[in-house]
Every structure is written in C-alpha cells, then in structure tokens.
C-alpha cells in the first residue's frame, strides 16, 4: 500500500481484543512494507557496520605501506558510502509510508466505528478520550509500527558488528559482545516505571481535552451565567497537572537516555584501555585497534533505535488499548453476547410495530405514539434504543406488556412482535427491539437506519448550504419545503437569507455555520426536525423535538408532524402537553417499563404518575386537586338529586 492508494478500500476487521493484539494486527497487515522497510535498512546499516573495518584495513595499508592495499579500502569506503546514502534514503521512505499508512489505516476504522455507533458513542467513552484516540493516539500507533522495522534493522548491524569483530580481533571482540548486550538490556528494569509515568501523563491530558471540549461546547451557556472564570479555573488546575506528570514522565526517558549515553561511554574507554595494552603487548595491530574502536563508536547509533522502540511501544501500548476499547464496541450489548448468525437476516415487511422487550413499548404501525419518561436521561437512552443500539444501564425487565394489553391497543402484528420479544428475553444478553418481529440489532446498519431514523435532543448541524444539509439518504416521498413548513422554519429561511452574501436569493443556497452557531436553539432545532422529516423514514424517533420554541410554535409543530406524518409509525418522546394531545396514543414509562397507555386527556384524569411529569404537580398539589375533584362530584351528585 502506497501513500497515493490511500484511502483503503476495505480497512479490515481489526483484533481488538487487547492493544498489543491490535498492534500485531496493524502489523501483519503491512507486512510487504516492513518486509521493504527492513530491507532497505539492513543496506544501510551493514554499510554503517562495515566502515570500522574499513578504516581499520585502511590504517594496516598505511601502516605496511600497500599502496593496492589503500585503493582496496577506497572502493570498500565508496561502496559503503552508497549503501549508506540509498539504505538511509529508502529507509526513510518506506518507514514514512509505513507510518502515514498504518495511521490511515486506523483512522478509517475508528471513522467506521463512528459511523456505526453514533451518537451512542459519546455515552459509552468519554469525549476526550474519542479526541485522543483519534488524534494523537493514532499517530502513536503509526510510529510503533514503522519503528518496528528500523528497529530488527539496527538488530541485525549490532550483531553483524559483534560477530565481524569476533573474527577480525578476537580478544576485544570478546569485550564489544559480552558489552552490547548489557548495555541494550540495561535500561528494561526503568521501562515500567516510564511506562506508568507516561500513562499517567495521557490520562491527564484526556481529561483536560475533554474539560476544554466540553467549554468550547457550552461557551454560549457559560457566559450566559458568568462561568468563564470557574471553567478557566479548572481547566488551569488540569493543564497545571498534566505539566507535572510531563515532567516527571521525563525524568525517566533523560535517565534512560542518559544510560545510553554513559554506558557505550564506558565500553569505549574499556575497549581502547584494553587495545592498547594489546597493541603495547603487540598482541594484536593498530589497525584492529582502530577497528574496534570505531565500531563501538558506530554502535551508538543503532543502539539508539533501541531506545527507540522502547519508548514508541509504551507510548502506544496504552493508546492502541484505547483504540481497541473503541473499535470493540458493538450497537447493542446483546449483540456482542449472541452467537453470530451465518444465514442473512431479512428486512421485516414494511408495516410492522416497534416492540421494545425491554420496557414493553409497542408503536403501532401507521400511528403518532408519544412516550413520557419521568427521567429524561431514560428517554434519550430509550430512543437509541428504538434505533437499534443500547439503553445501558437499565435492567432487563419483560413487565409492561400486560399494560400494552390491558389498554385494548393489541393487533395481531402487534401480538405476533409480543411473542416474540417474550422469548427473546430469556435469550442471552438484552433482547432487542424489533420491528415487525425482526430485530433490528441482527439487520446491516444501513437497513436499520433506512428503516428507523432517531433524531436525539442535541441534534448537530453540518457546516454548509442549506441544501447540502437537506442532500440526505431519503424515500422521495416528502419534499425539503414541505417538511420546512411542517417544522414552522419560514424565519430560519428569512435569517438564513438575511445574513447572506449578496447575490443570494434562494434560501436554499445561504450557509450554515459550524454547527449552526449562528442559529438560535430553536431555530437548529427545527432545521434538524426538517432534516428528518425528509427522510421519511418507515420509523421516525424523536427526543423532545420541540424543547427549544415557544407554545405557539410549538402547536403548529405538532400539527405539521402529525399531517405529514401520516400513515407512518412515529414515536415522540416529550412531555409537552401540545404535542401530547395531538398524539394517536400516549405511554408512560415509570420505572424501565410501561405503566400506562391512552390518550393524553385519559391519562391525565385517572393516572396520578402521569399528570406529575406533565403538569410538573408536586404531591401536595396532587392531593389538593383530588379533593377537589371529590368535592365537584359530590355537589354534582346533590344537584342532580335535587333536580
């Protein structure tokens, strides 16, 4: 794989048991360019190896005045000259590419992974952590891998240079090949505890990316109330942190380096104090001492690589776990737990309900259902998992469908879907949502999101014209101006085309800013309502579409889903009165599964639970209007006794 081949067509199924799993992975994957990386460096290295012995055979030519002999050594200078200058050009080449693609390589999957999770991402690691990964985690990544084969390169010079030496002068050879070894082994005992400094050092720095994240996000909310102060505060306490444990993490890596530095110091002066009382002795020739000499002044650079790839490898053991959790992580729990399905699973027939196991929720096909939750983290949990991902955190439960049934809301493809999900419960890991009777976890991500669309409550607005946020996967059925109106957008569209750049005339065409900065919470709010009204989806999910607008606007809002949603299964989750009343059926959930189904007027006369999470009652209020209710009954009753 060249850099120009990038992207890949197919990044592969990662091993992402473990990080050193997913770095041998990353490896196998790329085994031609470490196979060329290694080569090219071994070139260069042996050139390096074999200039000692060339400056030795030079000096013995001096020395015994061999003029042939000195030419000899000329050509060998030459020839290692050139392999050197290749083997280090072809290296850095090879090595680059390998790095720039094992990084690609992981970005796609962790892009991939994105895709496929969602927004279900951000709930399940730490924003911060998602940033690191994708960022600095992977050129880490990258660096180990191409350090890999530089590394086995320098292993083969330094044993190339100790073996040559055991042959041209075997009594300093003797020395070089008893001192190499320790001085490559010597800084291991060191290596855990830099390896924990280090760690220590990126957890910091994650959690002081994520603090800085999550300000730059709600910066708008932080002057609102006079934060700024507080979260500079604390974001100057965590960089504060993150600066000490980087130095302490350096500490360690400069006494590391320094032994590199001192040890091959000390082997050199050893070599040259024992050559000379060889020389002295006339044991060996001035020559090999000048060999020896040189080549343990050679080594020190291929002894750096093994530094090198100490530190690349503590440096990216933890941040290719990182990538690992995250590339693990499946759509649903239960997916991870069940056994694979090897036949191909059918999208269910259009017109099915939307059966929750878990909760006993049913959305009939075809109708407007509102869900209310007491617990608004349980809604936005709920509706990912309406989408097919997980609702972490609740526990399994299979109580709420005698309340679906009791409500007298049953059908028989409502009845078939109950069945079904009643078996799926004792099956291994959290059952599934179903539509039509078919789970959605076991359906192509991309048959499921075509069939149910969730749209949460923080949606995000992609920078661009207001027809490329409209250019989305969609049946055809429901033009852009029609679900503009529905979302009562018309004073997007004028504030869109008043703060165009003159020439402008189609709203359509006007620029949205990153994220719809520009766009007051309302008014992103229902450009993304629009955005999925678009789509038409068979099931359309909402988490509290209308949060941000006035009652007013709000009404017509409900008006617009309602009609042009019509015939299509759609679920809203809210607890605003005007959409609940234009519901074609309401149900409560209290306590993880449904405690109540009817309409929104029903509910609200003979469920107390009900009316607390609609009308914001506290218990003396309740109470007070049970009273009341008792008292207007019985005068009721003596006025029809009189009459």
């Not at 290694?38 to 000692?52: E, K, N, S, Y």
């Not at 720095?205 to 002057?223: I, P």
């Amino acid at each position: 794989m060249q850099i120009s081949d990038l992207p890949y067509p197919d990044p592969g199924v990662p091993d992402a048991r473990s990080g050193p799993r997913f770095l041998l992975w990353l490896g196998r994957g790329q085994l031609g360019g470490q196979l060329k990386s290694l080569c090219w460096g071994m070139l260069h290295f042996t050139g390096v190896a074999a200039l000692p012995y060339a400056v030795g055979l030079g000096v013995d030519a001096v020395v015994d005045r061999e003029p042939n002999g000195l030419l000899l050594v000329g050509l060998l200078l030459l020839v290692t000259g050139i392999a050197i200058s290749v083997g280090d050009s072809m290296l850095h080449s090879t090595a680059v590419t390998n790095w720039i693609t094992a990084a690609a390589r992981v970005q796609q999957l962790l892009a991939r992974k994105t895709a496929e999770l969602g927004s279900a991402l951000t709930r399940r690691v730490a924003a911060g952590e998602v940033v690191a990964v994708s960022t600095g985690d992977v050129e880490k990544i990258g660096w180990f891998v191409e350090a890999v084969s530089r590394f086995l390169a320098a292993v083969f010079s330094v044993v190339l240079v100790c073996v040559g030496l055991l042959f041209y002068a075997p009594e300093l050879g003797v020395v070089v090949a008893i001192g190499v070894p320790l001085i490559a082994l010597a800084p291991l005992p060191l290596l855990p505890r830099a390896t924990q400094r280090a760690d220590v050092q990126r957890e910091k720095a994650g959690k002081a990316t994520e603090l800085a994240s999550d300000t730059v996000a709600g910066l708008r909310v932080l002057r609102g109330i006079g934060g700024e102060e507080l979260f500079l505060g604390r974001y100057r306490e965590a960089s504060q942190e993150v600066r000490e444990a980087a130095v302490r993490s350096a500490r360690m890596w400069a006494l590391i380096s320094a032994i590199q530095v001192v040890l091959p110091g000390a082997l050199m002066i050893t070599v040259v104090w024992y050559g000379a009382t060889l020389v002295s002795d006339g044991r060996i020739a001035v020559g090999e001492l000048v060999a020896a000499f040189s080549a343990v002044a050679t080594l020190l650079y291929p002894l750096r690589h093994f530094q090198e790839i100490a530190m690349a490898y503590s440096f990216s053991r933890p941040s290719a776990q990182r990538a690992a959790r995250v590339l693990s992580l499946t759509r649903t729990d239960a997916a991870g737990e069940r056994p694979a399905r090897t036949d191909p699973v059918t999208a269910p027939a259009a017109g099915g309900d939307l059966y929750d196991p878990r909760t006993g929720l049913l959305a009939p096909a075809g109708r407007f259902t509102a869900v209310v939750c007491g617990d608004p983290d349980l809604a936005g949990r709920l509706a990912e998992r309406l989408g097919g991902h997980p609702m972490d955190g609740d526990p399994v439960s299979e109580a709420g469908t005698e309340a679906e049934a009791d409500a007298g809301t049953g059908s028989g493809a409502c009845s078939g879907a109950g069945s079904g999900a009643g078996s799926g419960a004792d099956e291994v890991g959290a059952p599934s949502v179903l539509l039509g009777g078919v789970a959605l976890d076991e359906l192509e991500l991309d048959t499921a999101r075509t069939l149910v669309l969730v749209q949460d409550k923080d949606p995000v607005l992609l920078s661009g014209t207001l027809r490329e946020l409209f250019d989305v996967p969609a049946s055809g059925a429901v033009e852009s101006g029609a679900a503009l109106g529905a979302a009562q957008c018309a004073d997007v569209l004028d504030a869109l085309l008043q703060s165009a750049p003159d020439g402008v005339e189609d709203p359509m065409d006007a620029r949205i800013t990153e994220r719809g900065r520009s766009l007051s919470g309302g008014q992103r709010q229902r450009l993304a309502l629009a955005r999925s009204l678009v789509t038409d989806p068979e099931v359309l999910v909402l988490d509290e579409p209308t949060s941000a607008v006035d009652s007013h606007t709000e009404a017509r809002i409900a008006d617009g889903i309602a009609a042009l949603r019509a015939g299509r299964t759609t679920v809203v989750l809210a607890s605003s009165p005007l959409l609940l009343d234009r519901a074609d059926r309401v149900v409560l959930i209290d306590g993880g599964t449904v405690a109540a189904v009817g309409t929104h007027r029903e509910l609200l006369q003979r469920e107390p639970r009900y009316r607390a999470v609609v009308t914001r009652e506290t218990d003396e209020e309740q109470r007070l209007g049970g009273l009341e209710l008792t008292e207007l009954a019985e005068a009721l009753t003596e006025i029809e006794e009189s009459a």
